[in-house]
């Protein structure tokens, strides 16, 4: 079931006449005009992105930003209160709740590309090769190893008890899982070509094909599909909870989004400035975005999957309108 706010802000986005024509109203979510830099991430209700602040965010049930006391930078990943990220080589966390950072793992070698969820964070680790993946419990403090294998391991995301990498053992990108609970790793895609920068999420593992499609794999039905295979690139994905979501290069560098529960795609942002680094969870999407010249945070909420089936419509009407225009 979904929380209260997230209900009411659906009501408010299908009321509110949206302020762009395929039905998501865009938020500006950062007041600074510093260029943000690296990945963004959401969990719930709460986007988080680094700029020249430190580590800031915004929650969508305050209609907040905040600053946090935190420096941190480049890529981050969060998972409820807890965000991580990579700095020098070492992973660190910060609580948004206690307002308290903590180091994750500082040994000698580099550690780097984290990422959460719940208390279980995973990271890129050269200890022993160029890459492996290891992992940390902050519930019980303890590190541990997921995928040692010769060759580089990079690029891990969780979800649960899943793990999933990129791994170029074959001597091309393949996609590998491990599963927590099993203890055991296991081919997700490794036929021709490369598979590359995996996202989990339940039961549903994206990755980018081949650097321009987007494809997914359901690891209950064991069945692979395509998600997006249009001419033009696809890039950046980003999974959260049913929402798949990526850059778009079919316009002048768009977001789009794919529900998993309902099968379909439908475009977030294709305003003419370009936009980039997209995360989501299941009510929010959010991105980077030039249009006011520095490189600002963006938002919106995403409607209920049934809306959405109508609005994938009124996108495609859009998309069709610009393509005669053009
Ligand atoms: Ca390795
Ligand atoms: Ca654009």
């Known amino acids: ?51 020249s602040r430190g ?15 935190s420096r941190s930078c480049g890529t981050l990943s969060v998972s409820g209160n807890t965000v991580v990220w990579s700095e020098n080589g070492d ?20 550690q780097v590309h984290p990422a959460i969820s719940g208390n279980v964070v995973v990271w890129v680790d050269g200890r022993s090769d160029p890459g492996d993946i290891y992992g940390y419990d902050l519930s019980t403090h303890t590190a541990f190893p997921i995928c040692t294998h010769a060759g580089h391991q990079n690029h ?6 899943i ?54 794999y359901d690891l209950a039905a064991q069945t692979e599909f395509a998600i997006c295979t249009d001419p033009a690139g696809q890039s950046g994905l980003n999974i959260g909870d049913n ?36 995360a989501a969870s299941a009510n929010i999407a959010a991105w980077a975005d030039s249009r006011n010249g520095s490189r600002d945070i963006y938002g919106a909420v995403i409607p209920e ?6 609005l994938a419509l009124g996108g495609l009407a859009v998309m069709r309108r610009r393509k005669r225009n053009t």
């Open 1 to 51: 079931m979904k929380p209260r706010w997230a209900i009411g802000l659906t009501l408010a986005t299908c009321v509110v006449a949206a302020s762009n024509a395929y039905g998501f109203e865009e938020i500006r979510l950062s007041t600074t005009t510093d260029s943000s830099r690296g990945e963004l991430a959401v969990s719930g209700s709460v986007v988080v992105w680094t700029d």
């Open 156 to 161: 891990p995301r969780i979800s649960g008890r």
């Open 163 to 216: 793990i999933v990498w990129q791994d170029d053992r074959n001597n091309k990108m393949d996609i590998y899982g491990y599963d927590l609970a099993s203890q055991s790793e296991f081919p997700i895609c490794t036929r021709p070509g490369n598979q590359q920068f995996p996202g989990v999420s339940g039961d549903f593992v994206v990755w980018n094909e081949q650097n321009v499609d987007v494809y997914g």
């Open 305 to 310: 999957p049934a809306t959405l089936a109508l």
């Open 91 to 110: 992973i660190y966390g910060y609580d948004l709740a206690t307002h308290t950072e903590f180091p994750i793992s500082t040994s000698a070698a580099g």
């Open 55 to 69: 580590l800031c965010g915004y929650d969508f049930r305050t209609g907040q930003e905040f600053v946090t006391s």
């Open 243 to 278: 929402v798949v979501v990526w850059r778009d290069d079919r316009g002048n560098g768009d977001i789009y989004g794919y529900d998993l529960s309902k099968r379909i795609t439908f475009p977030i942002c294709l305003n003419a400035a370009e936009q980039t680094a997209p």
